[in-house]
């Protein structure tokens, strides 16, 4: 007989859970504060994503030297109805030397008028080392201070439009956090019929995003990595779903172990042995996986993945820390008014549930009801198939197992039939770049602006392509980008200009020459964030490659284009790494090929099946423009990383399983015995990512769908049916080329074993009288050959 290990001490298993809340409650005090602070390093500016190597970025770099300064483009606009008098235009020279006097502007041009007589426009140059959200916010107080009767003002422009933009992520603060919150409250409440256990998962949340984000705002303000609005979402949604569905994982490990252990420390134990495994290797794709993301050209995706993998990181840690420690102090009563109790002798197959010999020993009496209960149910693998194991599970997961053992063929090849069929909808998928004025879903004044630039002026005034040419290819240049479609009032910067052509019969002073450069800036006739405006950048570029080799093209267009053209590389450089990321992850923790491939071609055909019903919802539904390269890259991260997730939850449990029962019956049992907790977990996670829908941008409202139809497509179609069919229908062989390959596992339960349970079932079985073993099954039984060998 093993070794009893004793429990320690009351007080020691009152003190340690203490210290462990103790340290946690610390952390969250000191990361708590920085929901405040953590948008001071934030960085929402589209013209830093881009790698140094990127022409436009190149382009802006050298701006600075031609200018003195970096500053971004804002438009001050005044429309009227009628045509605009000496009066109104007197009042808006007022307006404009009060806009002049704000700290972080530059400079401010004269009103310049429209052609039709019903407009005035002024370009305000604003500091990019400005808080561009203070100094727009400043400008539209002046112009609603004391306004022109009869006239319309907006502030719009590339800085009003990333003003409003940075203002659509200020509910990801708070808003966004108490949606996630709630939903996750209710959902746990339903799940559990209780009221402490809710609060407990919740608190481990808690932990769990404080402790991410004050390490986030420590490495963002080192200036380790890049932190969006959108990663900032994102970080608040990963912390709270993982760790709730780690923190469900255990705790139904740890409903379990209660029933057949007195003591709650002991059940503990049993439980964490049990979850680790998974949960740890949950916890570590998912982190390799978004880690991948550090391959991307583009820094908001790069700064994303050491943003997710922190959150992952602290998550597993406050479950498998913070979660016991709560359990322990709470005890039974965490579960009340449905306290689990203990059984006499628990049911068959507890032996892979409990810890091992050891642990088992310190129940003292319990110990040989497992071990007669786990050799009596090796002996019942051996005396019936997969589905009279089976008929004895209840449950409604019970007669899911039922369906799969007596048609897996038919289930697996009509599910997958169904998710192809979803996965035409990808045809309409249009992921190409959408324009920054439809990025943002709530009513904003840069966007009204802007629609109004484009009834008086070119719809591309105030954001205009920028050139740098070599000295000697000036000439050739401003033929180049005179003679291209869709651009009007080319020039050559020579510093007196205030932003506009010379004018007509005015003596032309020379060129500003930098570093044997010129700078020549034009017009774009169509919206500076349209796919007309990036046709037009794609084009010059092509011709001055030839006209006069050595020039740039820049300017907001160009900027777009390049992110885009960048992401869309990302997206084929990623993707694979990241499967082949996974893979080699399964393969370690399955010990298996087999089961690795199947897993990974389902969650591929999951997020394309996803990806194909998003794509209709989006463009018939939503009716949205499109979608951002990005998109589909972070939703094929977060639901492969995610769908794998869920698939260790079940096949670590199937092959636990297996190594008592045999293959097939151990996947019967295996989706029984998670079927419940990981379908929670997907609602929980379904739950947490839809709440970033609150938040009124583009990217993130899609994202939203695309993870949480994805991930319950993925826990109620391809985890619950294809994975355990398949599974089913190949048989021992999903297990190659390990040993659990060859065998039915009932021999595997005496030679293998699972972990030191198995010499405690051998040894102690003939000591129960109250549950004597059955003969053992000789080695030729067919159910063993039929756990192989046959095909259903």
């Not at 462990?20 to 952390?27: A, N, S």
């Not at 089913?728 to 039915?744: E, H, M, T, V």
Request: charged share 10%.
């Amino acid at each position: 007989m093993p070794k009893l290990r004793a429990i320690p001490p009351r007080w020691l298993r009152i003190l340690l859970p203490l210290v462990v809340v103790g340290i946690w409650i610390f952390i969250s005090s000191q990361g708590g504060p920085t929901f405040g602070t953590i948008s001071e390093v934030t960085n929402n500016d589209q013209s830093s994503y881009l790698p140094a190597s990127a022409e436009s970025t190149k382009v802006q770099s050298l701006e600075t030297q031609f200018f003195g300064s970096d500053t971004v483009p804002a438009i001050v606009l005044y429309t009227s109805d009628a045509a605009i008098t000496p009066a109104e235009q007197a009042a808006v020279a007022a307006d404009l030397k009060d806009i002049a006097a704000i700290d972080g502007v530059q400079s401010v041009s004269p009103a310049v008028p429209s052609t039709d007589g019903h407009a005035l426009q002024s370009f305000v140059a604003v500091a990019s080392s400005a808080d561009g959200t203070t100094v727009v916010a400043d400008m539209r107080s002046v112009l609603t201070t004391d306004p022109a009767p009869g006239l319309t003002s907006y502030v719009t422009g590339p800085a009003a439009l990333g003003a409003d933009f940075g203002a659509g992520f200020a509910g990801i603060d708070g808003i966004l956090l108490l949606v996630a919150l709630a939903a996750v409250f209710v959902i746990l409440l339903i799940v559990y019929r209780s009221l402490l256990l809710p609060v407990i998962v919740l608190l481990t949340s808690a932990f769990a995003l404080t402790g991410s984000i004050l390490l986030v705002y420590a490495v963002a303000k080192a200036g380790w990595v890049t932190v969006t609005g959108q990663s900032r979402g994102i970080l608040a949604i990963l912390a709270i779903g993982a760790a709730t569905d780690y923190s469900l994982l255990i705790v139904s490990r740890y409903r379990e172990a209660l029933r057949f252990e007195p003591s709650a420390w002991a059940a503990m134990v049993v439980a964490l042995r049990r979850a680790a495994e998974p949960v740890a290797a949950s916890a570590a794709t998912v982190i390799l996986a978004v880690l991948c993301l550090l391959f991307s050209d583009l820094n908001s995706n790069k700064g994303l993945g050491p943003v997710a993998a922190i959150a992952i990181a602290f998550s597993f840690l406050a479950a498998m820390t913070a979660l016991p420690a709560m359990l322990l102090l709470a005890g039974r009563a965490a579960f009340w008014p449905f306290m689990p109790k203990l059984d006499a002798q628990p049911a068959a197959g507890a032996v892979a549930h409990s810890t091992g010999g050891a642990d088992a020993a310190t129940t003292g009496s319990a110990t040989t009801g497992v071990s007669a209960a786990a050799t009596a149910s090796a002996g019942a693998a051996a005396s019936g198939g997969p589905l009279a194991e089976q008929a004895r599970i209840p449950g409604l997961w019970g007669a899911v197992g039922r369906m799969i053992a007596r048609r897996p063929r038919v289930v697996w090849i009509v599910t997958v039939l169904l998710l192809g069929f979803f996965s035409l909808g990808l045809l309409q998928l249009s992921a190409s770049g959408v324009p920054q004025t439809d990025l943002l879903l709530s009513q904003s004044q840069s966007v009204d602006g802007q629609k109004a630039l484009a009834q008086h002026y070119d719809a591309g005034s105030g954001s205009p392509v920028v050139v740098i040419a070599p000295q000697g290819e000036a000439d050739a240049a401003l033929s180049a980008v005179s003679g291209t479609a869709g651009l009007t009032n080319a020039f050559v910067y020579t510093g007196s200009q205030g932003g506009a052509p010379a004018q007509p019969g005015a003596t032309t002073p020379p060129p500003v020459v930098v570093n044997d450069q010129v700078l020549i800036e034009a017009t774009l006739t169509d919206a500076a964030d349209s796919d007309a405006a990036q046709q037009v950048v794609i084009g010059l570029r092509d011709q001055l490659a030839t006209s006069a080799p050595g020039s740039l093209v820049g300017g907001v267009t160009a900027l777009a284009l390049d992110t885009n053209t960048t992401a869309l590389r990302d997206l084929a450089t990623i993707i694979p790494i990241v499967l082949l990321v996974i893979l080699v992850v399964l393969m370690l923790l399955l010990r298996a090929i087999v089961a690795p491939l199947l897993l990974i071609g389902t969650v591929v055909l999951s997020y394309s099946a996803t990806l194909g019903i998003s794509a209709v919802v989006f463009n018939h539904v939503f009716d949205f423009p499109g979608a951002d390269p990005s998109v589909p890259l972070f939703g094929f991260v977060f639901l492969v990383a995610l769908g794998v997730d869920y698939n260790i939850f079940l096949m670590t449990r199937v092959r636990e399983e297996s190594l008592v029962h045999g293959t097939r019956p151990g996947i019967l049992r295996g989706l029984a015995a998670t079927g419940g907790v990981i379908t929670s977990a997907g609602i929980v996670l379904a739950a947490t990512f839809a709440a970033l829908g609150v938040v009124p941008i583009l990217f993130l409202v899609q994202i939203a769908f695309i993870v949480a139809f994805g991930v319950l497509l993925d826990t109620f179609l391809v985890r619950s049916l294809v994975v355990p069919a398949l599974s089913y229908d190949i048989g021992a062989r999903i297990w190659w080329p390990s040993k659990l390959a060859k065998s039915s596992g009932s021999r595997h339960l005496v030679h293998a074993g699972v972990g030191a349970h198995a010499a405690v079932a051998t040894v102690a079985a003939p000591a129960s009288p109250a549950a004597p073993a059955p003969p053992a099954a000789p080695e030729s039984h067919e159910p063993e050959a039929r756990d192989t060998e046959e095909t259903p």
